[in-house]
């Protein structure tokens, strides 16, 4: 049975991941757009920078995240002084370091859904008077589709299992940033939270393979679909 705690860290899990995914779908396409479809000097260069997260250990990730949202740091201190608003030891820190650290992961699968259409179909409309945005919008979009559901499930289940970047940059706060990875590792340090590790794992577990096997199912209809055309 899961207690009230239970249930609240299960809901701010699914709410930092929710938000992480929203804001950082729009960041994820465009980033596979250029990579997959532009030419330009230093784009393997670009390429590292995007994937970095995947090779970093995850605490240096939260360090520079410490260092950029800070009050004093770049980012940190303009939101301070603009807004008057901090990402530390808040929710929104916790969706922040989720974000990076499920970037690659989306942006990879978009990248491969989009370099799989077949740019041909796009030159062929554009040839009969389509412009663009309508190309883009009625060919290019639809057949990347899955690979962009793909991309956004396995992200989300990147985001929910994060540990290392957010108890680095955000700590381990009840009711803001303790999501179930860092609830279970505050569990693991009391004599008698057996119990809870054992309910939050078993949930960890359900979330994280719902998520891999729909990304899975995703991935094989949008191989299905591109053998058919």
């Known amino acids: 049975m899961l207690s009230p705690a239970d249930w609240a860290i299960i ?3 699914l709410h930092v991941g929710a938000v992480a995914m929203a804001a950082t779908l729009p960041l994820a396409f465009a980033l596979a757009w250029v990579l997959a479809r532009v030419t330009f000097p230093g784009k393997i260069l670009l390429d590292g920078v995007v994937h970095l997260p995947l090779v970093l250990p995850p605490v240096v990730t939260g360090w520079l995240l410490l260092l950029a949202f800070a009050p004093t740091g770049p980012i940190g201190g303009w939101l301070q002084a603009w807004f008057g608003v901090s990402v530390l030891f808040r929710w929104t820190g916790a969706a922040i370091a989720s974000s990076v ?11 491969l859904s989009i370099e ?17 945005w309508h190309v883009f919008r009625t060919i290019t979009l639809p057949l990347s589709m899955p690979g962009i559901l793909a991309g956004l499930v396995l992200g989300f289940a990147r985001s929910i299992g994060e540990f290392g970047a957010t108890i680095t940059f955000v700590s381990n706060v009840p009711g803001q940033t303790q999501t179930l990875p860092l609830a279970i590792y505050g569990a693991l340090q009391l004599p008698d939270g057996e119990a809870i590790v054992i309910r939050l794992a078993l949930v960890s577990v359900a979330l994280s393979l719902a998520a891999l096997v729909g990304s899975e199912l995703l991935a094989r209809r949008s191989g299905r679909g591109l053998h058919v055309l």
């Open 11 to 13: 809901w701010l899990t």
């Open 101 to 111: 650290m499920a970037l690659p992961l989306m942006v990879r699968a978009i990248r």
């Open 116 to 132: 799989a259409v077949d740019q041909r179909l796009e030159s062929a409309a554009r040839t009969l008077g389509a412009g663009r």
